[in-house]
Each structure stands twice: as C-alpha cells, then as structure tokens.
C-alpha cells in the first residue's frame, strides 16, 4: 500500500458527516449499479466505510465488501451487519476468489487511488473474478470537471491518477471488450441552486427559512442525472464494462 492510498483511509466518506449534496453524488453510483444487482453475488473492491456494500446487500444475493486499509474491516463489520454481507482486508491486484466468483463487480472512486503501474492489474482481476455475462460497474472523478480553465490544478495528494472521460475508457478497453462511458450530471434545478450559492445567496436569514439553503442540504440522488455522454461539465465518470 502506498502512502497516498494509506492517506485516503483518513478520509473514507462518513455519511453522517458530509455535506448532503456531496454524499447523494456518491450514492448515485450505487443508483447506477441498481439495475444489475437483483439476486447476483456483487464484489465491491475499495467499500472504504461500508455503507454503499450494505445498501447493495438489500438487492444482492450475496455482497463482499473488499478494501487494502485493514482497520476499515472491524470498523465497517460493527456498523453495518446483514447475513449477506461480508468485508474482507484484501489486495485488489491480487483478489483471493477463484475466476468467475461473482456477477458484479463495482469500484466506486477508488481507481483514482490505484498506483498507475498497477492499473491494468487492478482491472485484469476484476475481469478474471467476473462471470462469463458478469459487468463492472466504475466511478470516478471527472478531472476535466476539476481543471478549471485558467487556474492552476493540482490533483489531491492522496490520488495517484486522476482521468478524463476519454483516458478512462481508453484504459477500460484494454481489458474489457464492451465498454459503455456514462456523465453525472448536476438536474436543472440544482444547477440554479449552485449558481445562487455561488452569489452567497444561501446565506441570507436563517437557513430553514432559505430555500436556496434548504435545496442544498437536502439534495439527493433524484437531483442528479446520468446521461449515455461525457462532457467538461460532467462531475463525475461512470463506466459499465462487459466481459461479453
């Protein structure tokens, strides 16, 4: 394990203590998955707290959760229990299943913390754990979203390589034959709602009482859509790749 992906174990996803908006943009990778998951055996490599393994687990056969941070196993198994449900202190280069374990495979902001010697690794595992007709389901970062033009950029310090839509899919296909790129989009309405933000406009009297302040605390899945393109104004990237 690198120092950087040592690093990010200090800053897993708690849901409790993120802002809402950016929690519900995380959740819409599960949102993604959902269609894939109805009694299949799901491998989730990188689950980092827990929550996302747990909530698939309420659709899936079976969900094993897999991370390389150690001590993200006892604290994820005390906070999130189903007889389904499993987490493991696991390599994801190296995954201890045999070929063909699971339907599903799902990897949710985690590529970006994987040393890039070890990308193809990372990806040929997944293939190999995959059944015949199995998918795998990826996020991550839009870093053409993140660079804003005519501002210096620097990538997080505890990501090793951050992509843009068009060198995600390039990578993906190396391994996967059938590899379809989806944007996240921000909906309409909180579009306006970050543009007022941006004014300072949430600011103004008590936040119960402002609607801008409201419509950002209380954001979910439902204001943010996935769309079959990727642009600069994508937040983040998902991919769907298919053995078949």
Avoid at 60 to 69: F, P, S
Avoid at 95 to 104: A, K, R
Avoid at 146 to 165: A, D, N, V
Wanted: charged residues 20%.
């Amino acid at each position: 394990m690198t120092q950087a992906q040592a690093d990010a174990s200090l800053c897993g996803m708690i849901p409790e203590e993120t802002e809402p908006r950016f929690f519900a943009q995380h959740l819409c990778a599960y949102e993604f998955a959902r269609p894939h998951l109805l009694g299949k055996r799901v491998l989730e490599v990188g689950f980092g707290e827990g929550y996302g393994s747990h909530w698939m687990a309420d659709l899936a056969r079976e969900v094993v959760g897999i991370d390389i941070v150690a001590g993200n196993v006892p604290r994820a198994q005390a906070r999130y229990q189903r007889p389904n449900l499993q987490f493991r202190h696991m390599d994801a280069t190296a995954l201890d299943f045999p070929s063909g374990s699971f339907d599903v495979v799902c990897s949710f902001q985690v590529i970006e913390h994987v040393p890039e010697p070890q990308l193809l690794a990372y990806l040929r595992e997944i293939f190999r754990v995959l059944t015949p007709q199995g998918v795998f389901c990826v996020s991550t970062l839009n870093l053409a979203n993140s660079m804003k033009p005519g501002r210096p950029y620097q990538k997080l310090i505890y990501h090793e390589k951050e992509f843009t839509g068009p060198e995600l899919d390039a990578l993906l296909r190396q391994v996967f034959p059938s590899v379809d790129m989806r944007g996240l989009f921000l909906s309409p309405m909180q579009r306006v709602v970050q543009r007022f933000k941006r004014w300072g406009l949430h600011r103004l009297g008590p936040p119960q009482w402002n609607p801008i302040a409201r419509a950002y605390h209380q954001a979910s899945t439902r204001d943010f859509v996935v769309r079959p393109c990727v642009t600069r104004s994508s937040l983040d990237l998902f991919a769907l790749c298919r053995k078949a």
